[in-house]
């Protein structure tokens, strides 16, 4: 069941993430095409290869969103395809687009998340702050279950639901907030080696982290993404356009997804989260073992998210993550590097294209492209897409030739 | 041309019934709680739903339940998660896990944020909206 291997990034483009946005605003779709003829550059391919898109959704379109983009970049596709899993979009975008290369659809398939939210408004097109955004994607309109069962009880947004499992974690396992801590300061020293992370020459310690404001009890302030502005592409390739790109090719061996829930409220177990299936499936479809993965890149909008998606994809015992933590280093130097261009906790979330960066961490990785955070002999990663409140996962992996 | 802005008024945001969820709120109305079961299934389930989740089973009946529970799990809003919920100041974001077995997201109330444990029995707080027409089941530890 599954992939056979056989399409492979071939070129990506990851902005440089603004905490405040110093670019000229731009619309989405503008971005839209920036971003993928980057791809492309990088690739080395171009623009009349790609026969096929799959996009997040965009401020400029509330529907027939796939064919707006393909008329805007004049591309006559095969495939086109919007993905709705939040974080997990990214991740799950690369393995439909890795799907219908493999069937034969599509020699070539742009994955573009425009990640600036900021773009120009008008006196006549003012900005408007919508339920939506004051909610955390939390639906507040008639008939939706959140907006009767949780939005009125401020169960909403994303602080407070995460706060609330790593509550359930400590009840459970055990809580040790120094190996929390740990997690953001690995990563951190691992964004110090990655210009254009936002927070690229800024080391923290464990204290730093204990000693930010509490936010969602227990999460600190430094164990919660930053918002940022950005953006990323990726293109995906058949073996004919892998051997015209002038990368070495990142072949999708396997990928798993799980999607049972909105609200973690009505998680039959709380703390198994998707992953398990979905890193289940990828490792299954790869053929290959936890072991022989050279780093992994794991989505981490909260210090929670991480350790349990360490202990669901298998890496470590459930109830262990924070001993694993202890007893590892995560930095791209360490025994197992992990987030090695910061995380987005370090380097950035740039919005819904957030879980791009972890996409391209482990395509850079494997491409031999990672600078100064480069890990040695790189040849397997492990990628994992979270969204929602751990409710929505995914799990990609890939490998160089 | 000159624009004007109103900005919005931030009041806390109350549920409203539909027609199938109906019978869930005017139990509250009357301080009892109520939820439905679905009989193949053997399981109580929430929130409201026309058919059995996983199942579909078409046999979903609405039985009186007692409202006790444990606190599953919390967390303490040290920043109000939206700005209609900054008046409140911190609050007690809780599941409940009713006796008969699902999971209800609440609020809990009449506790110093300190004495809240994981696992501590909880009863209801029947909370009357009159202007709204609409009862909000809290919760608070019990004894």
């Known amino acids: 069941m599954g992939l056979r291997g056989e399409a492979a990034i071939l070129g990506f483009y990851e902005l440089p993430p603004e905490r405040k946005l110093a670019r000229e605003k731009t619309f989405n779709l503008e971005q839209w095409a920036r971003l993928s003829k980057a791809a492309l550059d990088d690739a080395g391919l171009d623009a009349t290869d790609i026969n096929g898109i799959v996009t997040p959704l965009i401020g400029e379109a509330s529907m027939f969103v796939p064919s707006t983009i393909t008329e805007y970049l004049g591309i006559d596709a095969n495939f086109a395809e919007i993905v709705d899993l939040g974080g997990a979009g990214s991740a799950a975008a690369v393995w439909r687009a890795a799907a219908a290369v493999e069937l034969g659809l599509c020699d070539a398939v742009l994955v573009t998340f425009p990640g600036t939210h900021e773009v120009p408004t008008d006196e006549r097109r003012p900005f408007v702050m919508e339920d939506s955004m004051y909610f955390g994607a939390s639906s507040n309109k008639y008939g939706s279950p959140q907006a009767e069962f949780e939005i009125p009880y401020a169960n909403l947004g994303q602080n407070g639901p995460y706060g609330q499992i790593a509550k359930r974690y400590g009840y459970e396992f055990g809580y040790d907030e120094l190996a929390m801590a740990k997690i953001a300061v690995d990563q951190r020293t691992n964004a110090c080696a990655t210009p254009g992370a936002v927070f690229h020459g800024k080391p923290i310690t464990a204290q730093d982290v204990l000693a930010s404001p509490m936010v969602a009890d227990p999460l600190h302030l430094l164990e919660i993404v930053m918002p940022c502005q950005g953006g990323a592409a990726v293109v995906i390739g058949n073996k004919d356009l892998a051997a015209k790109s002038k990368n070495r090719p990142v072949w999708i061996k396997g990928f798993g997804e799980r999607v049972p829930y909105k609200t973690p409220t009505y998680a039959r177990d709380l703390m198994y989260s998707p992953m398990v299936h979905a890193a289940d499936q990828a490792f299954s479809m790869a053929g290959i073992t936890r072991d022989e993965v050279d780093m992994v890149s794991i989505y981490d909008c909260y210090s929670i998210t991480v350790l349990m998606s360490l202990e669901d994809a298998g890496f470590a015992e459930k109830g262990k993550g924070m001993q694993f933590v202890n007893e590892h280093d995560l930095t791209f130097r360490g025994d197992f590097p992990m987030n090695t261009a910061g995380g987005q906790l370090s380097f950035g979330q740039a919005g819904i294209a957030g879980g791009m960066h972890h996409v391209i961490d482990g395509v850079r990785q494997i491409m031999g492209r990672a600078g100064e955070a480069q890990v040695a002999d790189c040849n397997r990663a492990f990628v994992t897409g979270n969204g929602g409140i751990m409710s929505e996962q995914t799990a990609l992996i890939f490998e160089g030739e | ?143």
């Open chain 2, 1 to 143: 041309m000159s624009t004007t802005y109103t900005p919005p008024a931030f009041t806390a945001p109350l549920p409203v019934p539909t027609p199938l969820t109906r019978p869930f709120w005017d139990a509250l109305a009357e301080h009892k709680v109520r939820i439905q079961y679905s009989p193949s299934l053997g399981e109580y389930i929430f929130y409201p739903r026309p058919l059995a989740p996983r199942t579909l089973a078409d046999d979903l009946q609405w039985r009186e339940i007692s409202g006790a529970g444990t606190l599953y799990t919390y967390t303490i809003t040290t920043r109000p998660v939206a700005p209609h919920f900054a008046a409140a100041g911190p609050m007690v974001l809780a599941v409940v896990q009713w006796d008969e077995g699902p999971k209800f997201s609440t609020e809990l109330v009449n506790v110093a944020h300190e004495d809240v444990r994981i696992g501590m029995r909880v009863k209801p707080v029947y909370c009357d909206y009159p202007e709204a027409g609409i009862t909000m089941l809290r919760y608070e530890p019990e004894a």
